[in-house]
């Protein structure tokens, strides 16, 4: 046992031996105490060079938190000696490169944190609950990431995109990322999202005018951001960003409903139900079978119900949701179905139809993506520009929970 957890965390057993091995409960969580010595017989004496190997105490193990086995959080007591030269009469303690001096987190674990951070799809909050540290420990090793990584930079593909996520840090509430997003990868991370920071920084590099593409959010400071600074290229609204959009205004519409039929309604229950939200947001194509049942709790007890007939009954609730609900799927059809050479025309129809509503949720959403058309429309040139990269790190990070152990 003790042999396979040395191997299954990714210890050298040549150098580390575990004499121990506990479990315990910590903040709810079982957490794997993994009591750990050091094998080698001598050092060489930092003053003289001179191998010694005799020791003059052992210290109290210091704890260092280590990677996840097997989904459990785990700990290790690290025993260390202390030698003495009898040349020099010098004192040292032993060193390994499972941490750095009087630090409690693993290398192994701050460069798994590092990982994490650069994983898009994680928030600071989560990367923390996954490492069993919190979230001031990851915001430290942000800071670091963000120093390295600035300094690397020097030439830009083709094709950017620019992302951001909350980080708090002292400079920012936003980090702003620079991604390859064709050969899905992260080129740089930086402490905010201004613009005046990411103009000055975009001038050290020296061939923005062979980037031909940025994809970004609607969000105003990266087009003016890709405007002064790219001025070849072509600003292309994030198709994930955009769907969100109109989705928010379904959303918001299912909300307002839902206060005005007030709780204890049988209507509100349907329009809180989280997994109903859901149903009413995915686009109609990509649910597998609308004719399986489900089970659902109704008046006190369990029942089935087929999926197709729930969704009518929730869109039955108002018409208003009705039409905002095929207001949703039509603009969904255009993103998944039209070309480049349509999509402006499409769009243009989807914005007369959702003005027509009079619904107020649909026709604030409809001037949005009227505002940001032409942006909206780039996303048509090419399908790479419609963003496959969130898509690869959702799957990357999947694949990542499986396999436990990150070495
Ligand atoms: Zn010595």
Redesign the pocket.
Known sequence: MKEEIVELIGLDKRKFEVYKIDEELEKERMVKIIYVKIRSKKYR?P????F?SSVHDVLKPVKIKYLDIAGHSSVIYLSKRRFI?H??N?KFTETTNLHEKNHTLSNKLKIKIRKDLLNKSMTIYEIARQNNVSEYTVRKELKIIMKDHSRSIKALPKIISFDEFKADTSYGKYAFIVNDPIHKCTLDILPNRKKEYLNNYFTKITNRNSVEYVIGDMYEPYLLVTKVMFSKAKYVADRFHYERYVMKALDSIRIRLQDEYGEKTKEYKLLKKRYNANLIRVYYNRVDNWYSYIKIYRNGHMTEIMKIDLLHQILNISEELKRGYELKELFLDIVNHSNYENAEKDLLAWIELCNESQISEIIEAAKTINNWLEHIVNSFIDKRLSNGYTEGVNKKNKRYKKTWIWI
Request: proline share 0%.
């Open positions: 004496c003053k003289c060079n001179k010694t030269c040349e020099c010098i």
